[in-house]
Nanobody
Framework: VQLVESGGGLVQTGGSLRLSCAAS????????MGWYRQAPGKERERVAI???????FYADSVQTRFTISRDNARNTLFLHMRSLKPEDTAMYYCAGCSGYVCTGESDFRSWGQGTQVTVSS
């Protein structure tokens, strides 16, 4: 499954963005999908993940501000981001895991090319 992100851009502090991740094939095969981000000079970190059954997990830093969702019929993953902060500035990546175990980053074998999110102060 190939993944292509879109929806990034430049936004002011407090603003909102919706990221989309379109899959070339059915995302039914991806038991868990997620969003990761990497800021310059920092390691890539998990932002949010969602299982095929709709269970979600969020990083503490985005827990109350971001919402992950997936539309299996449209083979698309979304990340709704609200109350954005400068520290949210990063390249955001969509990822998918088709295995039975999807706990670590290395379990996610499908990755998009990333979409840049920049939050100005």
């Amino acid at each position: 499954v190939q993944l292509v992100e879109s929806g990034g851009g430049l936004v002011q502090t407090g603003g909102s963005l919706r990221l989309s991740c379109a899959a070339s094939g059915s995302i039914f095969s991806l038991s868990v999908m997620g969003w990761y981000r990497q800021a310059p000079g920092k390691e890539r970190e998990r932002v949010a993940i969602i299982s095929s059954g709709g269970e979600t997990f969020y990083a503490d830093s985005v827990q109350t501000r971001f919402t992950i969702s997936r539309d299996n019929a449209r083979n698309t993953l979304f990340l709704h981001m609200r109350s954005l902060k400068p520290e949210d500035t990063a390249m955001y990546y969509c990822a998918g895991c088709s295995g039975y175990v999807c706990t670590g980053e290395s379990d996610f074998r499908s990755w998009g090319q990333g979409t840049q999110v920049t939050v100005s102060s």
